[in-house]
């Protein structure tokens, strides 16, 4: 398993939802903890480690040994109250290390889930940890920080993403990653196996 770089396609997939807790799930939540705090960041979405289903893990404290700031969430279906004013607050993505802009959103959210027991949990979060889920949670819609920021600001990022999409382009003439349609059989048929299991 390994954190895949924008403009990998499976950054725009469409996750599917998760029918069942399996042991394999647990292994993969627990490898993205450990890619997660070794890359140093706050939140890992599934589709981020080429896993076509809808779950991420977070700490927004970044500290591995803040266990109790961990958060699996599976299926996370996100509300926002009425009330929150959005903020502006700095982002960044493991998918696109360096690259940072400003991103509005609400700071305040509840976010409906499960959890790796399987059971229902419903939770609010505040500020950072909001933002962390809203930036994961747009992940497993295929929607990536850079689309939320005005045009203006999108603007001064091109370079940078156009020097990803340049390093991509060669790695995959060096066949260092499948083709769009091999990308898509793979994750189709994961998902597949998910609903077979
Ligand atoms: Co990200």
New binding site residues.
């Given amino acids: 398993m390994e954190i895949v770089l924008y403009p990998h396609p499976v950054l725009r997939w469409k996750s599917s939802p998760v029918t069942r807790i399996t042991p394999q799930l647990k292994r993969w939540v627990k490898e993205m903890f450990d890619l997660m705090y070794a890359a140093k960041g706050i939140?890992?979405?599934a589709n981020?480690v080429g896993l076509p289903f809808r779950f991420f893990v977070m700490n927004p404290t970044g500290d591995p040994a803040e266990k109790n700031e961990e958060l699996v969430l599976i299926n996370p279906e996100i509300t926002i109250p009425s009330d929150p004013e959005p903020q502006e607050g700095e982002?960044?993505?493991?998918?696109?290390p360096e690259v940072f802009g400003p991103v509005m959103r609400p700071q305040h959210v509840i976010v409906e889930a499960y959890d790796l027991t399987g059971r229902s949990v419903q939770y609010r979060l505040l500020e950072l940890a909001a933002r962390v889920a809203q930036?994961?949670t747009d992940?497993l819609d295929g929607i990536?920080?850079f689309d939320r920021m005005i045009e203006e600001q999108r603007k001064l990022l091109r370079p940078k993403l156009a020097e990803f999409e340049e390093r991509f382009r060669q790695r995959r003439e060096a066949g260092e990653i499948e083709s769009d349609e091999e990308i898509r059989r793979r994750l189709e048929s994961m998902v597949a196996e998910m609903a077979h299991s």
Avoid: D, K, T
């Fill in positions: 939140g890992l979405a981020q982002e960044g993505c493991l998918s696109l930036h994961e992940h990536l920080f």
